[in-house]
């Protein structure tokens, strides 16, 4: 699922404006997983100044893991599982589109147990469309509806999709102080 992204804010008059109505740059639509689409959507890496203009945060490629007193809004399309199990699916292909999709965050990803990993951020996570599982540390599953929200603070997990439908999920995740 593409997102339209409209970002406002106030012209030289004070008055708020549409700046920016469209996808991210930073979107992108997976070729060698069919189904997944990556829109990190916008970024600060400090306490935002709203005195100090809007300048577009996706440019560029560096990384979208947010750093402490930072946020990254992003949202995440995660196709059924089933299409990592397809004929032709290449996990290396695969792993290089992640690494453009998600750099910062792909380096927290366990090679040795796919899908998990460990941020050093609070996260919030709305589920917005379809139906996806939140596995923990211990095993444990959570499975997650459309509009069903978590709060989740710097813990080892991965994101499942067992059913037949991609699952869309927008995360603000805020950079925290961690072990």
């Known amino acids: 699922m593409q997102i339209r992204r409209i970002v406002t804010a106030k012209n030289d008059a004070g008055k708020s404006v549409v700046i920016s109505d469209g996808h991210s740059p930073r979107e992108l639509v997976f ?24 300048a577009e945060t996706m440019d560029g490629d560096g990384s ?20 990592m199990f397809e ?18 965050i792909v380096e927290t990803f366990e090679m040795d147990n796919p899908g998990m990993h460990t941020t050093p951020t609070l996260d919030f996570a709305t589920v ?12 444990k599953t ?15 997990h991965a994101w499942r999709n067992p059913g037949t439908e991609p699952a869309t999920v ?10």
Do not use: N, Y
């Open 31 to 54: 070729e060698h997983t069919k189904g997944f689409v990556s829109s990190p959507l916008w970024m600060v890496e400090e306490t935002p100044d709203l005195t100090k203009g809007h």
């Open 64 to 83: 979208i893991l947010a750093p402490e007193g930072g946020a990254v809004f992003l949202v995440v399309t995660f196709p059924p599982d089933s299409v």
């Open 87 to 104: 004929p032709g699916w290449d996990p290396e292909k695969a792993g290089m589109e992640h690494m453009k999709g998600a750099p910062g």
């Open 128 to 139: 917005v469309k379809g139906e996806v599982v939140l596995e923990l540390d211990d095993g």
């Open 142 to 156: 959570v499975t997650l509806k459309q509009g069903d929200a978590v709060v989740q603070h710097g813990v080892r």
């Open 170 to 179: 927008s995360f603000v995740m805020l950079g925290a102080k961690s072990a």
